[in-house]
């Protein structure tokens, strides 16, 4: 089920993405060959078995991975977790190992006195992504970037495997004192940009990144300038990182590189926790810091040398993201007589795709396959830039051509709103249909175990990993037009959890449910409502309650939005597309629970009408959930 085209589906977003290449059916078998069952005795458990049919849609050959890395599209953090070795049980976790074209996840192996190790489990990983860990079939050597044993991090760890999944110990470097002092004198350093307020320009924002930084789609000069275009606004939505703490680093990789001048560089990925003085804590922040010069650096023109750690950032071309979100809906609508109020319930998952450097034309997202209506199933999605839906001749007039998108809104997917289901990326006809959303789940007035029942039947998956294939060309304008094309960047996302149930969020009745409950201060809806639709609106009070989450997890308020919509004027009448758009975040602080005097903007110069007004109040937990409370107008 969709949700709205509305500022409901809009949002900043962060982290979460690593590269991936995709591999031919062919490769894919070749290469399972490291975790074929054995016939011997203590063969290996079920999940190292390859299910049959997966991997069949896979293209791209090693070839093309070879490329993308030459071209500098693999980013530097490939690797989000550590592998860590447990001295008492003798077990070596890695989280996933890339073995040729495959990949697989929750691998662990066992040791005996001599450090011997025997391989115990592994789980083929659909679609496949870059592991933590490499194995390379032709040399039998099993490559750990970093494995942490108890507090000491050692580095370039390798394994040769002897045969019968058996691994000798090979090399181990211990993490350099210097270099974990220099990465965390750094993250303090930055945390002390923070200590008492937020940094007052752009540049003094960016103080510690490279030249060539680059972290979800945006350079340093495309941040110092968002910054000093409205610096109150920044200052306003970052404040919640005054007084924040950076904890729990740990080093993921190390990498020495001879750079093409003959400069050199050390680069270091890096993950740790931020903790701020409101109660919440990013638990996955990563990063990757630099030394040296950072010359050869794709698509950067300014490289700096300096014997300074400084940031380089994640080297993302654009910002991908998957998350979890329930929402709450209050909907009055005037047009009718007499006029309706309503509430509704959602439970959705959004793909969450920004570019506002204007480097893809569309993305393709592929998930795991799953059982949807009783049947196996792989979603996908074609999802289209906004720079494409406001501008491109071939979508004048279909949904979702707003002429005022700006470039740093998220993608929207296209569908055939008719259809039960989202129409597959290589079927779908984004010329005919549009696009307008960016998410899907399941909206209800009863959010009961029927309800849960109905989202479940979805397919989507916690912990499933989603593969964004990046393209820069014109392949969205025909069916399947993407097939045969090179994607210029290929990440992947994980869904780390599912959005609460229904019944966990409304446990209590629905007057006393978990949402937060957003209200306009002295004013009925209809009053609000004719207020928001008026020539001159006057500015608005409000006042809201804090959820409460089913697993005691802390959510913040991480700011208000105003949004509305409305047909071009000239057209015809019922005719909403093309049209335009409005959305202005505003941002209370992270405890507030209140705002007096939100501006409420009037009708835009060439709009027709405001179709819908929307005012919402977004919670997070800093980790990719959010709950979300709005009250819309008609």
Same mark, same amino acid.
């Given at each position: 089920m969709r949700g709205d085209g509305g500022g409901a589906q809009h949002g900043r977003q962060g982290g979460g993405g690593r590269v991936v290449h995709r591999v031919s059916d062919s490769a894919n078998r070749s290469e399972l060959a490291w975790y074929r069952p054995s016939p011997a005795p203590g063969a290996l458990p079920a999940p190292l078995r390859c299910r049959p049919g997966e991997g069949t849609t896979m293209k791209t050959t090693a070839s093309r991975l070879a490329l993308l890395g030459a071209l500098g599209v693999l980013p530097a953090l490939l690797q989000a977790q550590v592998s860590t070795y447990d001295a008492a049980t003798g077990v070596l976790t890695i989280p996933s190992v890339s073995v040729g074209a495959a990949s697989y996840e929750k691998v662990t192996l066992k040791s005996d006195a001599r450090l011997a190790f025997t391989l115990q489990a592994a789980? &083929?990983?659909?679609?496949?992504?870059?592991?933590? +860990?490499?194995?390379?079939?032709?040399?039998?050597?099993?490559?750990?970037?970093?494995?942490?044993?108890?507090?000491?991090?050692?580095?370039? *760890?390798?394994?040769?495997?002897?045969?019968?999944?058996?691994?000798?110990?090979?090399?181990?470097?211990?993490?350099?004192?210097?270099?974990?002092?220099?990465?965390?004198? @750094?993250?303090?350093?930055?945390? /002390?940009?923070?200590?008492?307020?937020?940094?007052?320009?752009?540049?003094?924002? @960016?103080?510690?990144?490279?030249?060539?930084?680059?972290?979800?789609?945006?350079?340093?000069?495309?941040?110092?300038?968002?910054?000093?275009?409205? #610096? +109150?606004?920044?200052?306003?939505?970052?404040?919640?990182?005054?007084?924040?703490?950076?904890?729990?680093?740990?080093?993921?990789?190390?990498?020495? *590189?001879?750079?093409?001048?003959?400069?050199?560089?050390?680069?270091?990925? *890096?993950?740790?926790?931020?903790?701020?003085?409101?109660?919440?804590?990013?638990?996955?922040?990563?990063?990757?810091?630099?030394?040296?010069?950072?010359?050869?650096?794709?698509?950067?023109?300014?490289?700096?040398?300096?014997p300074s750690w400084r940031m380089l950032g994640d080297q993302r071309l654009v910002s991908v993201a998957v998350r979890a979100r329930n929402l709450r809906t209050e909907t009055y609508d005037g047009t009718r007589t007499p006029a309706q109020t309503s509430v509704s319930h959602r439970r959705e998952v959004r793909w969450m795709i920004t570019d506002p450097m204007g480097h893809a034309s569309y993305v393709i997202v592929t998930g795991p396959r799953v059982i949807f209506a009783g049947?196996?199933?792989?979603?996908?999605?074609?999802?289209?830039? #906004?720079?494409?839906?406001?501008?491109?001749?071939?979508?004048?007039?279909?949904?979702?051509?707003?002429?005022?998108?700006?470039?740093?809104?998220t993608f929207r997917f296209c569908d055939v709103p008719t259809e039960s289901t989202p129409t597959p990326a290589a079927t779908v006809d984004c010329a005919a249909t549009g696009a307008s959303i960016d998410n899907w789940g399941w909206t209800t007035a009863t959010p009961d175990v029927q309800a849960d029942a109905k989202f479940a039947n979805l397919g989507l998956v916690a912990g499933a990993t989603y593969l964004f294939e990046v393209y820069d060309d014109d392949g969205w304008k025909t069916v399947n037009g993407h097939a045969g094309r090179a994607p210029i960047a290929t990440y992947t996302a994980v869904l780390d959890k599912l959005p609460y149930k229904f019944v966990e969020m409304v446990s209590s009745g629905p007057q006393g449910d978990r949402y937060p409950?957003?209200?306009?201060?002295?004013?009925?809806?209809?009053?609000?409502?004719?207020?928001?639709?008026?020539?001159?609106?006057?500015?608005?009070?409000?006042?809201?309650?804090?959820?409460?989450?089913?697993?005691?997890? *802390?959510?913040?308020?991480?700011? @208000?939005?105003?949004?509305?919509?409305?047909?071009?004027? /000239?057209?015809? +009448?019922?005719? !909403?597309? #093309?049209?335009?758009?409005? @959305?202005?975040?505003?941002?209370?602080?992270?405890?507030?629970?209140?705002?007096?005097?939100?501006?409420?903007?009037?009708?835009? &110069?060439?709009?027709?009408?405001?179709?819908?007004?929307?005012?919402? !109040?977004?919670?997070?937990d800093r980790n990719d959930n959010e709950i979300f409370d709005n009250i819309i107008l008609r």
């Open positions: 789980t &083929p990983q659909y679609p496949p992504a870059p592991g933590i +860990a490499t194995y390379d079939a032709a040399t039998r050597l099993l490559t750990l970037p970093a494995v942490k044993v108890g507090a000491t991090t050692y580095l370039n *760890v390798t394994l040769r495997d002897n045969g019968q999944y058996r691994f000798a110990l090979q090399s181990a470097t211990p993490l350099n004192a210097d270099t974990l002092a220099g990465v965390k004198a @750094l993250l303090a350093a930055v945390d /002390g940009q923070f200590a008492r307020q937020v940094p007052a320009s752009g540049v003094a924002s @960016l103080q510690y990144a490279d030249a060539c930084y680059l972290h979800d789609g945006r350079s340093r000069d495309w941040l110092i300038a968002e910054t000093d275009a409205d #610096p +109150a606004a920044v200052q306003a939505r970052d404040a919640y990182r005054i007084g924040q703490e950076t904890t729990n680093v740990q080093v993921l990789a190390e990498r020495r *590189v001879v750079n093409g001048d003959g400069s050199t560089r050390t680069e270091v990925d *890096v993950q740790y926790e931020q903790r701020f003085k409101d109660g919440s804590t990013d638990r996955n922040v990563r990063q990757t810091l630099v030394t040296g010069s950072t010359y050869g650096t794709p698509r950067c023109t300014t490289p700096q040398s300096d049947a196996p199933t792989r979603q996908t999605f074609k999802f289209l830039s #906004p720079r494409i839906l406001r501008s491109a001749p071939e979508l004048a007039g279909k949904r979702g051509n707003y002429l005022n998108w700006r470039d740093e809104d409950r957003l209200g306009i201060s002295g004013s009925s809806l209809a009053q609000a409502r004719a207020n928001a639709m008026s020539a001159a609106p006057a500015p608005i009070n409000l006042v809201w309650t804090m959820p409460s989450s089913p697993d005691n997890a *802390v959510f913040r308020v991480a700011r @208000l939005h105003e949004f509305f919509a409305g047909p071009k004027r /000239g057209n015809a +009448a019922g005719v !909403l597309s #093309p049209g335009y758009r409005y @959305l202005k975040a505003s941002y209370p602080g992270s405890m507030a629970s209140s705002f007096s005097g939100l501006p409420v903007t009037a009708q835009l &110069p060439d709009m027709a009408s405001k179709s819908n007004v929307e005012f919402a !109040l977004h919670y997070i």
